[in-house]
Each structure stands twice: as structure tokens, then as C-alpha cells.
């Protein structure tokens, strides 16, 4: 009983941090976001990315 007690707490917990890791990230992004907005008004319209066409 108490080796399947301790793989409970193990799966649990390491479930926990990776919850934990993703909601940190959604916020971090979040936050970004949102302090772009601010800074340089409508930044959706900005196209600033780099694409790559992998078709022949």
C-alpha cells in the first residue's frame, strides 16, 4: 500500500507542475500581449514575421 501511496503523490505532483508551467506561460503571454497593445497601439497589423514556404 504505501509504494502505490508514493506513485500517487509522484504522478499527482508532477501533474500539478506541468499545470502549473503551462498557466505560468499563458500569463507571461498574456502579459505581453497586453503591453504591446499599449505601446504601439494596433500591432496585429504590423507584419513583422518571417515565413518559410517548404512546398515545391
Not at 14 to 21: D, G, K
Request: aromatic share 12%.
Amino acid at each position: 500500500m504505501n509504494i502505490r501511496m508514493k506513485k500517487f503523490v509522484k504522478e499527482g505532483l508532477f501533474l500539478f507542475l506541468l499545470y502549473s508551467l503551462i498557466t505560468l506561460c499563458l500569463f507571461f503571454a498574456t502579459d505581453r500581449i497586453e503591453r504591446l497593445d499599449q505601446m504601439e497601439g494596433e500591432f496585429r497589423n504590423t507584419n513583422s514575421s518571417v515565413s518559410i514556404n517548404l512546398g515545391k
